[in-house]
């Protein structure tokens, strides 16, 4: 291998612009259990209890526990999946929004010694903590704050009962990772009977407090959420923002998804998705879980931008996690493999400034993420420059930052040699923990170079890998929107209160009916009346919301009537849209039993945000 002389005298600066103390840390920076869990990357979710049981997403806080029965549940072999799949940990919905609590808590009766399950002698979390010991893997817990069953909900009383609950699995179940706090609080629920709508004062959940009684009992436990060490990184897609920041302002606080660049506080963001449509399982979800391709451009997105991945693997009602899931998992782990399995770069040739030989250019290629490449402070862009031995082809470029000393870089650029010069292939912004670029065509090169454009301290780079993609299979062209659905030739609409609703019938999830005309918004109730041609059994009705990332009108309380002549009508269904917002995935409402019918009215009761109602298709499941 040789590096030819101009190279090297371009890499060369005058030393006396070089600083030869070691770099101090420069800015916020991650304390032991942030920089601890950001080198997780990759760890698990799951979402269990009676929502499976009742096919809804957010339970109302009314479900009878006995619902709860898994007739084969086995945390172990879940956890072996999971560390198969090369991630770190688990994190367990303990408690979700329904109040239902997966362990035989002392703070309230809605919990699962009331089921059937091992004769009400049952406790989840401890299989998944039992399980976890065993196979050397992380435990991590999720307690929703909000509770629809608790009958002090949104008053004093219930503060207390929620802080011991947190400190209930904090204390019994051995070292736990991360606490996650959902951010969903307040609004209808059962509350021990009254069936009402709640809202909660600002602080309510008094969270700093909590915080406090966490580092106590758990000091190297993250919290996410509640003000604790971790953030949402802006999307139940996975996906996060880039440029991509791990800092935020403590003062005015900024966008998850892209963090405060140079932010005064350490709080590094954690894409969260499912594999499913959904974050509890459905029978009718099966044929729509993410493929293992799907799964890696998620990984890129959120991973790949330096932030962490929770991925969500919601178990069945037998207690196992369901075979497409598994097999989704497992390729998605073979391409990450793939990928990963040769650096081109690890152990080549290096050429760059640094006036403090412990921290070289060595360090870039030498597969340790701890030590790192500091050129000291110089008036210039520095550069170093990776020498291979014979060329390579890659198209994935990995760059990671030593963040134990903050994170530095504001861009960069890429250089590749080719015909006798330097040519520049890709131009980017922040790096952090770390940053895959993903190149729009494979390079051959036996030279590349790596220029830290602009730095608000001298960078300090742990690493540089050059990585090639594997193949990526071919998806089955599933149309998952309206599977199950039968076709609506023949539809028509007969009645509305508002609007061109026949764009909710014609098939195109990109059509929009909507009650917010020029002349100002037309409140809920808004529905519409759909004559299906002739009488249909119907098994579920589904309602797939607006689909241009907008929210404004998007239902979630809603109500399905069902006639036989358009005249004497009956309630076939009324509730909510659970997580639309934030997910606004088709809703399938399953009827209690099937019904036949010619007519379906629907009308929406209240939206997430304004005051008036959008539809983007209304559809029927017929009965089998």
Not at 109 to 131: E, L, M, Q, T, Y
Not at 543 to 553: C, S
Not at 583 to 592: D, G, T
Request: one cysteine or more.
């Amino acid at each position: 291998m040789r590096l030819l002389p101009t190279l090297a005298t371009a890499l060369v600066l005058s030393s006396s612009t070089f600083s030869s103390a070691s770099p101090e840390p420069h800015g916020a920076v991650p304390s032991p259990r942030q920089l601890a869990w950001q080198r997780m990357e990759l760890y698990a979710f799951v979402h269990f209890g009676l929502n499976t049981y009742t096919n809804r997403e957010w339970g109302y806080g009314d479900e009878d526990p006995k619902l709860f029965n898994p007739s084969s549940f086995d945390a172990r072999a879940i956890v072996r999946h999971f560390k198969e799949a090369g991630m770190k940990g688990v994190i367990v919905t303990a408690k979700h929004h329904d109040g239902f609590c997966l362990w035989p808590t002392e703070t309230t009766g809605h919990n699962i010694s009331k089921s059937p399950w091992k004769g009400g002698k049952g406790d989840v979390i401890r299989d998944f903590a039992d399980a976890c010991k065993a196979e050397d893997f992380k435990l991590g817990i999720y307690v929703s704050p909000w509770d629809r069953n608790h009958a002090e909900y949104a008053r004093e009383g219930y503060v207390e009962t929620f802080h011991k609950q947190v400190l209930e699995v904090l204390t019994n179940y051995g070292p736990v990772f991360e606490i996650w706090f959902d951010g969903a609080n307040g609004g209808d629920g059962s509350y021990g009977g009254a069936r009402e709508r709640r809202t909660i004062p600002p602080n309510y959940y008094r969270f700093s407090d909590l915080v406090e009684k966490i580092r106590k009992v758990q000091p190297e436990c993250v919290v996410w959420g509640g003000g604790g060490d971790a953030r949402w990184g802006g999307s139940e897609q996975g996906h996060v923002a880039y440029p991509h920041w791990h800092t935020m302002d403590s003062k005015r606080g900024g966008n998850g998804a892209t963090g405060v660049p140079h932010g005064d506080t350490w709080m590094p963001a954690e894409g969260d998705t499912s594999i499913r449509p959904g974050w509890f399982w459905h029978a009718h979800e099966d044929s729509k879980v993410k493929s293992g391709g799907k799964l890696l451009d998620v990984w890129f997105d959120s991973v790949g931008r330096g932030a962490n991945l929770i991925l969500n693997v919601p178990p069945n009602r037998d207690g196992r996690i369901a075979e497409p899931d598994v097999r989704s998992l497992m390729e998605f782990k073979r391409l990450r493999d793939e990928l990963l399995a040769t650096d081109f770069a690890r152990g080549a040739k290096t050429v760059g400034p640094a006036p403090d030989p412990k921290h070289s250019a060595r360090a870039l290629v030498d597969g340790d993420i701890e030590t790192f490449w500091c050129p000291g402070s110089s008036d210039e862009a520095p550069a170093a420059a990776i020498g291979l031995p014979v060329s390579a082809t890659f198209d994935v470029v990995r760059i990671r930052e030593q963040i134990r000393l903050g994170q530095r870089v504001d861009s960069f650029a890429l250089d590749v040699w080719e015909d006798g010069g330097w040519n520049e292939i890709h131009q980017g912004k922040t790096i952090g923990n770390q940053v895959l670029v993903r190149l729009p065509q494979a390079v051959t090169t036996d030279r590349v170079r790596l220029r830290v454009t602009k730095s608000v301290a001298p960078p300090c780079i742990s690493e540089i890998s050059l990585l090639k993609m594997p193949e990526l299979p071919v998806d089955p062209k599933i149309a998952a929107m309206f599977e199950g659905e039968m076709p609506k030739t023949g539809w028509k609409i007969v009645a509305k209160t508002f609007g061109n609703a026949e764009v909710c019938i014609d098939g195109d999830p990109n059509t929009l009916w909507n009650t917010h005309p020029l002349s100002g918004e037309l409140p809920p109730p808004q529905g519409f009346t759909i004559d299906l041609g002739r009488e249909i059994r119907i098994e579920a009705l589904t309602y797939l919301p607006r689909q241009d990332g907008v929210a404004h009108g998007m239902t979630d309380r809603y109500r399905f009537e069902l006639s036989g002549d358009g005249e004497t009508w009956r309630t076939a269904a009324e509730g909510e849209f659970a997580n639309v917002r934030a997910n606004p995935i088709r809703q399938v409402v399953p009827l209690a039993e099937p019904s036949a019918a010619r007519f379906v009215r629907f009308t929406g009761l209240h939206a997430v945000e304004k005051n008036h109602i959008t539809a983007a298709e209304v559809g029927v499941i017929p009965a089998r």
